[in-house]
């Protein structure tokens, strides 16, 4: 019975890399994936949403930039303590100075004792309600190049969809991110 349910659980596994648009496994395939996505997002015409956890990658936040100055409303929801430990290399102070791009932070939940919280630590983004990013991959140099990581790419607006109604609660309880 174990032995079925890994062979089905590895199957689901292989039957969702193989719907997706495309899938990258890092760090060979870093510089395909890397300008994947920066293509997912120059082909944004009204909404991005990312929520990442690390942010320090230069050509997609080059990309973000370039889809704000097209008009399209950009969110990004990052994690305060990977900003707090890593303020110059973050890509929130840079992009919160853009028109069309709101930074947003959050953490996640308080322990019981309420003396530390947990992380916002997804990796996902999603663009005109359609197209998702999502994997383990952070947005940085060492994801994309050094790391063993997984990116995946694919078109799906239903699912894009529940992702956003997943992501409501994070952003109301996050809160504008400030310099």
């Not at 430990?85 to 959050?106: D, F, S």
């Not at 019981?112 to 630590?121: F, I, S």
């Amino acid at each position: 019975m174990q032995k079925l349910i890994r062979a089905l659980s590895i199957l689901l596994f292989m039957a969702t890399l193989l719907q997706a648009r495309a899938w990258y496994m890092m760090p060979e395939d870093g510089v395909l994936a890397e300008q994947a996505a920066v293509n997912a997002i120059a082909d944004a015409q009204e909404e991005i949403v990312a929520a990442i956890y690390s942010f320090t990658n230069n050509s997609l936040a080059r990309a973000l930039k370039e889809a704000a100055s097209r008009g399209v409303k950009v969110t990004l929801i990052a994690d305060e303590s990977q900003i707090e430990r890593n303020p110059r290399h973050h890509k929130a102070g840079e992009l919160a100075k853009i028109q069309n791009i709101t930074v947003l932070v959050t953490k996640g939940r308080a322990s019981r004792r309420g003396n530390y919280h947990g992380l916002m630590h997804l990796k996902l983004c999603i663009i005109d309600n359609e197209t998702i990013i999502h994997g383990s991959a952070n947005w940085s140099h060492n994801a994309f190049n050094l790391s063993h990581e997984l990116l995946i790419i694919e078109e799906d607006s239903a699912w894009a969809l529940a992702l956003q109604e997943r992501l409501a609660p994070i952003i109301r309880q996050a809160r504008p991110y400030t310099q």
